[in-house]
């Protein structure tokens, strides 16, 4: 592969969670799709979901690095969701990565994995760390998150994702004064749970925080509607899901084991989603389709709902907003 390259400076230290979108086509890509590739940063960590071809080249232009990732998940081994693995390894072993990089994958793919890992001759490095997935629920620590892995419906094994940040509490700056907490004082109740004033009284961490659940995302792609999707989707703040099809293509849906668009904004809306993301659109639409697959979701999901394209940056939305859309 030549000289390796400088390394480009890394963007996985700064404090964001966003969705950035590589590419949104399914089966075959388009002038304006490319295959699937989707990086969630989430707080220095870098989970990059189904490369498929060109993902490489998508990086580049969204201009992300191979130092920003820590997890590559594949959820099955057709090409349009695992093509550009070598090409992503190969830039890992070429600008010298030095973290662990994890890659979950379906077990039952293991020689298809082998292949993909050593697909060329190249400068090989040893810091992809192998997380075969098989079962129906693994569990991994990710840095600040939960990684999930379910299995789902399709006609080879396929496995969605979910990241799961735990709960916490939200300081509350009126009762801290009240109480007459401040500077170093919040830190310290912060990590003791408890704190004596000057005057000897009390204060407690409940009396001055409230309860804030942690924020979560879910990767769905190729299924049929399955009791995995739904656990995967439950209460997400967001949801990245396949929407293949439009509900005129329903059989041919359940055929090649998809969703279509209406599906996804009944998952949406049954699990209480806040933000959704439809993407791996079917070659036959263009971009004048996406109002009808907004208006497909629009029959059972009120929220937030965003047709992905490539090179979108999609925050994950904060916690402390609720939806307006929410009983």
């Known amino acids: 592969m030549g000289p390796p390259t400088e390394a480009a400076p890394s963007i996985a230290s700064v404090s964001v969670r966003e969705l950035v979108v590589l590419g949104t086509s399914s089966a075959v890509p388009t002038r304006h799709r490319n295959h699937n590739g989707y990086l ?31 997890w590559i998940c594949v959820t099955h081994f057709h090409g349009d969701h695992c093509l550009g693995v070598p090409g992503v390894i190969q830039r890992i072993a070429r600008d010298r990565v030095d ?15 082998r292949r993909l890992r050593h697909a060329t001759s190249f400068g090989d490095t040893a810091v992809i760390v192998r997380r075969p997935v098989s079962g129906d629920l693994v569990e991994w620590p990710a840095g600040p998150v ?49 704190l004596t004033l000057p005057d000897g009284s009390t204060v407690t961490l409940a009396e001055c925080s409230a309860p804030r659940p942690g924020q979560s995302a879910a990767f769905v792609m190729d299924t049929r509607l399955c009791d995995g999707v739904f656990a995967l989707a439950d209460g997400v703040d967001l949801l990245v899901i396949e929407s ?20 996804a904004g009944r998952v949406a809306a049954e699990c209480g989603v806040r ?29 937030d709902v965003i047709v992905a394209r490539d090179l979108m940056r999609i925050p994950v939305p904060k916690r402390d907003i609720a939806p307006k859309w929410a009983p």
């Open 146 to 194: 939960t990684l999930t892995a379910r299995p789902l419906s399709h006609p080879i094994e396929s496995y969605g994702y979910r990241l799961d940040e735990p709960a916490g509490r939200r300081m509350l700056p009126e009762e801290l004064a009240r109480r007459g907490v401040h500077g170093p004082m919040v830190g310290e109740l912060q990590r003791r749970g408890s």
């Open 275 to 303: 933000r959704l993301v439809l993407t791996h659109f079917s070659e036959r639409y263009s971009f004048e389709d996406e109002p009808r697959f907004v208006a497909e979701v629009r029959e059972t999901y009120a929220g």
């Open 40 to 70: 969630l940063r989430w707080d220095g960590e870098g989970f990059l979901f189904d490369p498929g071809e060109g993902t490489q080249r998508q990086m580049v232009h969204a201009g992300v690095g191979s130092h920003d990732l820590t």
């Open 99 to 113: 973290h662990q990089v994890q890659a979950a994958y379906p077990a039952a793919g293991e020689h298809y994995w």
């Open 244 to 263: 293949t099809f439009l509900s005129a293509e329903a059989e041919l849906a359940v055929a090649y084991g998809h969703l279509t668009a209406a599906q």
